[in-house]
């Protein structure tokens, strides 16, 4: 009995697996799909980061200026002292100075809860800080050295603090300041890590 010839193709005993052009080709495939995930991932860290530090600076810039605003809205200005009281000589009711780097006025201070009083309050450019110092008046009202002064940093990173007054607001802006002058309006002008602040324009009491 004769069988008939068995025919053997060439590459028949592989063909249930993967060539190595396939393989290759799969894990580029792979290699490239991780890659966009990673910069994928990294991109929206970075977004976050980002997003993170804008949102500090701008929750840091409405506190410190919310602060500026009350504290100089509530400021004892004028050209008096007090007068006599019981016992003596009352403490000056007001006080208020300018300079280009640094304002100083009387005004009411909290301290933590349930403690605060009136207090000289002096906000200035040292170095690169925008720092505010405060200090008891004494009987003449007048501030001590304020290197001794309690102190705060309100900004970091500083660059610019301009001040600058009016005494109406049709007037111009005016940054030099003598004893005598009444101001009616106050700007600030802050630059902080390289961008600056809108301007802060407050209306000081008379």
Known sequence: MNRAPVVVRPGAAHSSGFSLVEVVVALSILSLVLLATITGLRTLANTQGALDRITERVDGMRAVSSFLRDALESAAVGAGAGGLVAGGPSKASSYFDLAPDALTWKSTLLIGEGFGGSYLLRVAKEDDLLVLRWQEPDDTGRPGDW?????????????????AWRRDYREDWQRQWRRGDVAAWVRLQVKAAGRYWPELIIQVPQ
Do not use: K
Request: proline share 0%.
């Open 147 to 163: 290197s001794l002064a309690q102190e705060r940093t309100l900004v970091e990173d500083l660059e610019e603090f301009d001040i």
